[in-house]
T-cell receptor, first 113, second 113 residues
Framework: AQTVTQSQPEMSVQEAETVTLSCTYD???????LFWYKQPPSRQMILVIR??????QNATENRFSVNFQKAAKSFSLKISDSQLGDTAMYFC??????????FGEGTQLTVNP | KAGVTQTPRYLIKTRGQQVTLSCSPI?????VSWYQQTPGQGLQFLFE???????NKGNFPGRFSGRQFSNSRSEMNVSTLELGDSALYLC????????????FGPGTRLTVT
C-alpha cells in the first residue's frame, strides 16, 4: 500500500522567515506525481505545488519550492518570506493508482507576527 | 473560470437516513474525485468518475456510491447513515485525472446525529 508520512504535526515560524516542511512517501511505481496542498481555517484545499517524479528539477511556485529526493523518497516544501496568510494545515500527497491521491497526516503551520 | 462548487455546504442527518451530495467541476474538467476528511482518519479517497464511469474506488463500504452526469457534474450518495459518517466531504476536479492537478471544492460538512 502507498503511504505518505509527515513527521511534523505542528510547526511555527516568524513572519518573513523561511520554513521547511518534511514529507516522505513509499511507492513501487517509477512514474508518479507529488503535491503539496494547504488547507486554511476555511477548510478550502488549495494546491500549492506539483512535482513530476520523472523530472529531476525541483518545482518552484513564487515563494514555495520543493526539495525532491527521488532515491530517498523525500519531498519537502520550503516556504520563503513567510506571510501571515500562510498559516494553514499543509498536506503532502502522492498520486497513485490512476488519479487517487494518498495524503499524509498534515502539518499545522503557524506564522507568527 | 468558476471554481468547483459543492452543495449543500452543511447538512445534518439522523442515523439510518440517506444523503446525496452534489459537486459541479470546473468547466472543461472531466474527472471528479471524492474524499472524506475526518479528524481520526484524515483524508481518504472515496472514488473517481471520468466520462460518467467510475474509474477508481477506495476502501469504503457499499453504502457509499456515486455517479457522474454527461455534463461532468457528480453526486455521491450515502445510505443508512452511521454516526461515523460525520465528516467533511470534499470533491475535486481535474482535466483528465492522472498527472493533472486536482482542484478542490469548499466541501460539504455532514453531521449525523
Amino acid at each position: 500500500a502507498q503511504t505518505v508520512t509527515q513527521s511534523q504535526p505542528e510547526m511555527s515560524v516568524q513572519e518573513a522567515e523561511t520554513v521547511t516542511l518534511s514529507c516522505t512517501y513509499d511507492t513501487s511505481e517509477s512514474n508518479y506525481y507529488l503535491f503539496w496542498y494547504k488547507q486554511p481555517p476555511s477548510r478550502q484545499m488549495i494546491l500549492v505545488i506539483r512535482q513530476e517524479a520523472y523530472k529531476q528539477q525541483n518545482a518552484t511556485e513564487n515563494r514555495f519550492s520543493v526539495n525532491f529526493q527521488k532515491a530517498a523518497k523525500s519531498f519537502s516544501l520550503k516556504i520563503s518570506d513567510s506571510q501571515l496568510g500562510d498559516t494553514a494545515m499543509y498536506f503532502c500527497a502522492q498520486e497513485t493508482s490512476g488519479s487517487r491521491l494518498t495524503f499524509g497526516e498534515g502539518t499545522q503551520l503557524t506564522v507568527n507576527p | 473560470k468558476a471554481g468547483v462548487t459543492q452543495t449543500p455546504r452543511y447538512l445534518i442527518k439522523t442515523r439510518g437516513q440517506q444523503v446525496t451530495l452534489s459537486c459541479s467541476p470546473i468547466s472543461g474538467h472531466r474527472s471528479v474525485s471524492w474524499y472524506q476528511q475526518t479528524p481520526g482518519q484524515g483524508l481518504q479517497f472515496l472514488f473517481e468518475y471520468f466520462s460518467e464511469t467510475q474509474r477508481n474506488k477506495g476502501n469504503f463500504p457499499g453504502r457509499f456510491s456515486g455517479r457522474q452526469f454527461s455534463n461532468s457534474r457528480s453526486e455521491m450518495n450515502v445510505s443508512t447513515l452511521e454516526l461515523g459518517d460525520s465528516a467533511l466531504y470534499l470533491c475535486a476536479s481535474s482535466l483528465e485525472g492522472r498527472g493533472h492537478e486536482q482542484y478542490f471544492g469548499p466541501g460539504t460538512r455532514l453531521t449525523v446525529t
